[in-house]
């Protein structure tokens, strides 16, 4: 059987700073010649998803590390409101979907419905700034008339989103193990925003629902902010993945 005869899908799970987890497990599907046909990604999973659909090697993507987690920083998100959308579009400027090498998917959150929204196309630096902006930290972004943030807050790993972008197998990275609820970022939202439609409940069902291979990095203790621990955060990914690697090559039937 051919190795490309399945449609393969990769989705990439919540974390901030902990997303460097998942470049490390990119550098093992690069270094073992594994290519997905499409990317979903939830907040920073959302940022390093679109790089990699546009074609970012993962060392490429290693040295952007400075633009890529700017807004993880204490300094910027000091700053009023933290400039979410102008970071992103120092990552990719005035690029739309259409630009992108493969497809891709953001899950973001509409704050007054509590409704999931997935972004497939239109212009990438908002779509990755909705995905990825969790008040208080950050404000909602304004996008097609809804007021979107973090997509964490209904759906952890979207491993869904990469099954609708017509993915036949799903490989998972989920950066927060045991982390299923929204209570705690649901709790922030009502303080800031307590009109928002979003309820408790857990995050992750379709990520255990809709998912071939799970792969779980040990970041016990790794914090999403600030940008303490990058390079032990990249080795438990690749560490991660490379423990997968047998298993991800059955599922996808690569011999």
Sequence with gaps: MSNREIKRGLALGSGGIKGMAHIGALE???????????VAGTSVGSLVGALYARGYAPKEIIDLKDELFAFCKADFVATPFGGLVKAMRKIFGGATFDDLKKPFAAVATDADTGEEV???EGDLATAVAASCAVPPVFRHVARDGR???DGAFVNYVPS?????????????????KGNDYNGKIKSALDRTYPRNGVIYGNRSKRYYDCSDVFIEPELTGAKAMGLKGLG??????????AEKITEIKKILKIL
């Design 232 to 241: 032990k955060i990249y080795e438990a990914g690749y560490v991660a993945a």
């Design 160 to 176: 869904d989103a990469a099954k609708k972008l017509g993915a036949e197998k799903v490989v998972a990275i989920n950066l927060g």
């Design 28 to 38: 093992v599907f690069y270094e073992e010649g594994i290519i997905f046909d499409v």
């Design 147 to 149: 007021n979107l943030v």
């Design 118 to 120: 997935v972004i497939s």
